[in-house]
């Protein structure tokens, strides 16, 4: 009677808390996603709590053969105070074909693992140059979002 004879599931209205992890473990409640941008792998959300340092965008466009860094949690490997730091080169700017349309991606010599979709690519000064949105398995290739896409997602 309590159920009205239905299964469980269509009983019960199931929100699952989501949290966002900072490099010293600790935990922040995810609020909202304002908006995304699936091609460039890029998703500007709000926590509950303010948190984190904000990254300055570089002034200008990488420089072929410019030292880049980026860190990110790709392959599972993530703990308290451990997450991979990669560094490589900026290799220009690829033209990919993306649903029949050119798409401007930076092209790196950072090797990347699936689960670093997403992750900032840095300069010396650390400044974010662009990110990561395809990592070539078994190579030291990636490719990601140039400096101009990231400020033209920001905009809104």
């Known amino acids: 009677e309590m159920f009205n004879n239905k299964k469980l599931e ?3 209205n199931v929100i699952p808390i989501v949290y966002v992890k900072d490099f010293f473990g600790n935990k922040y409640t995810f609020d909202k996603i304002i ?8 998703c500007k959300f709000t926590t509950l709590k303010k948190w984190g340092v ?3 965008i570089n ?9 880049v860094y980026n860190i990110s949690a790709s392959g599972g490997f993530y ?8 560094e490589g080169n900026f290799s220009g700017v690829y ?22 979709s997403g992750s900032g690519v840095y300069n010396i000064n650390g400044d974010l140059c662009g990110n990561i949105n395809i990592s ?21």
Do not use: H, W
């Open 59 to 67: 002034k200008k466009e990488c420089m072929y053969g410019e030292r």
């Open 136 to 156: 070539y398995s078994k190579s030291n290739l990636s490719l990601g979002a140039t400096r101009k896409n990231i400020l033209n997602f920001l905009k809104d």
């Open 95 to 116: 033209f990919d074909t993306d649903n029949n349309k050119k798409v401007k991606r930076n092209l790196y010599t950072i090797e990347s693992l699936p689960g670093s």
């Open 35 to 42: 908006k995304i941008n699936e091609e460039a792998d890029l």
């Open 54 to 56: 904000k990254s300055s």
């Open 79 to 86: 703990s308290e105070n451990a997450v991979p730091f990669r």
């Open 10 to 12: 269509d009983q019960i």
